[in-house]
């Protein structure tokens, strides 16, 4: 072959390998909120599931429960078209592909937690097994995390797992949003001169959370915390994203 052939053959295959990447890395600003915001929805989506499938998960009498990583992924898939309207395994054509991928690499620490808690999950005889929403939530986020370099953490103000403890932003916003009467949209914001993306989604207590968050306040719950004393409606916490401007 001649050197000429080569040199081409060369930039093509760098232009294969390094322009898409980069051009592929890039979210503009409203992507990258965008992003945040459909994480915040895939991480809550799988807290709904656990808590809707709650009452099968701690069935004494059954052990196999028949609640996979598949069954689970299928119903978050399910749980997040219903919100957003986009197809989580078809995403790409609604959304960049750098959000799909940081969706799916959501969805995949999620259903790896179902999949690790599967043997506690079909254990016969018990019936509180600690598999709840916060627990899934806060491990799914941590495997997540540790993946990449977006950061996605559950917060209270007063958290039961010390992991949880707000830094100085995050308290800052859930006091701000403590003192708002009613519930409100998640807060976005840019840090750090415009380098690092913060949103805080907030949760509220419904009702069923209130067997544990409820009152009477420090009476020990299933789960061997002390109760909060909590009110439907008020503020549980939130869903802390953080996203740095090069977060590939
Ligand atoms: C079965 C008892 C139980 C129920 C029901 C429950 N929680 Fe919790 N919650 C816990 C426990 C236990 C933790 C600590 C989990 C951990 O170790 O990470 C927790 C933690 C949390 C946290 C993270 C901050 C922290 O305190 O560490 C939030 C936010 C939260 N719960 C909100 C809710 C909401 C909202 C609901 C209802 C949708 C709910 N919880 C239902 C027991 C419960």
Known sequence: MTPLPKIFILCGVLFLLVIPRHGWSQLTKAETEQAAELLAIVLNAGRVVIDRNQPVINDPRKGDKNFTPEVFEQQVVDEFRQQTHIDLRQASSVVPSRTKELLTLLLLASKEVVSDAQFVINQRGIGYKNFIPATFGSQAARR?????????????????????????????????????????????????????????????????????????????????????????????GAISIQIPVDHR
């Not at 950061?151 to 932003?169: C, G, S, V």
């Not at 993306?197 to 306040?217: A, I, N, Q, W």
Request: one cysteine or more.
């Open 144 to 236: 997540f995390s540790k993946r990449s370099k977006v950061t996605i953490k559950q917060t209270a103000l007063d958290p039961r797992n010390l992991h949880n403890t707000p830094d100085a932003y995050e308290r800052k916003i859930l006091l701000q949003l403590t003192a708002q009467p009613t519930a409100g949209p998640p807060i976005s914001e840019w840090v750090d001169g415009g380098t690092t993306l913060r949103v805080m989604t907030p949760l509220y207590y419904s009702e069923d959370c209130l067997t544990c968050h409820g009152s009477p306040k420090g009476i020990l719950d299933m789960s061997g915390y002390p109760r909060e004393g909590a009110q439907v409606g008020a503020l549980a």
